[in-house]
């Protein structure tokens, strides 16, 4: 762990701390969780992009979510999923347990529009629910839901959290649906 200290100066330490919700101590963790990604690329330049792939391989957190891959994408500077350890490090931080109930809110907002228009609709909901339960799960065929089960799932979904009629939630809408899922807020998080 002392090795890893000497990595960041003060000041990158304090800046680091200024922008994420981390104490110092938790930026230099995961510094050493970045790193173990791919050890080697990391140790021979601390500014490296790692790869998608390797992420995906190696960070089992990322790995079992079965949004790890749009995640990477949205948090990476590139747009690829490629990151370097100031993506990691915000990714880290907004699904760390201190982020702000707001901030998950605007990410998980952004990790579930699929479609990036703005809205969640129809379209997102199905990708959403066939990653998590159909045919996009790793649950095995029998226990996946239905096309017909889907369909009822996002009519609900839309009847209960769309309050304009217009057939797809707007951020707002989306905003008071969550918050009314207190639970939700525990397990949008990435444990250090």
């Known amino acids: 762990m002392g090795q890893s200290k000497s990595v960041f100066s003060q000041e990158e330490l304090e800046e680091y701390q200024d922008l994420t919700y981390f104490s110092k101590a938790e930026i230099v963790h995961a510094?050493?969780?970045f790193q173990a990604l791919d050890p080697d690329h990391v140790r021979q330049?601390?500014?490296a992009s790692i790869r998608l792939a390797t992420v995906l391989a190696h960070f089992?957190?990322?790995r079992v979510n079965p949004f790890g891959e749009r995640i990477c994408k949205?948090?990476?500077s590139d747009g690829e999923g490629n990151l370097t350890f100031e993506d990691f490090l915000d990714m880290m931080s907004v699904f760390s347990e201190n982020a702000d109930?707001?901030?998950k809110t605007e990410w998980a907002f952004m990790i579930y529009d699929f479609n990036n228009d703005n809205v969640?609709?129809?379209s997102d909901l199905t990708t959403l629910l066939s990653k998590l339960c159909g045919a996009e799960s790793r649950a095995p065929p029998e226990e996946?839901?239905?096309e017909e089960t889907m369909k009822e799932v996002i009519d609900k979904i839309i009847s209960e959290g769309d309050l304009d009629d217009d057939g797809m939630l707007s951020y707002p809408e989306f905003e008071h649906a969550i918050l009314k899922s207190p639970d939700f807020f525990g397990t949008f998080r990435i444990r250090m």
């Open 120 to 122: 969640i609709d129809r």
């Open 45 to 47: 330049n601390r500014h």
């Open 144 to 146: 996946q839901i239905s």
């Open 60 to 62: 089992p957190e990322i």
């Open 31 to 33: 510094f050493e969780r």
């Open 74 to 76: 949205l948090f990476s």
């Open 101 to 103: 109930k707001d901030v």
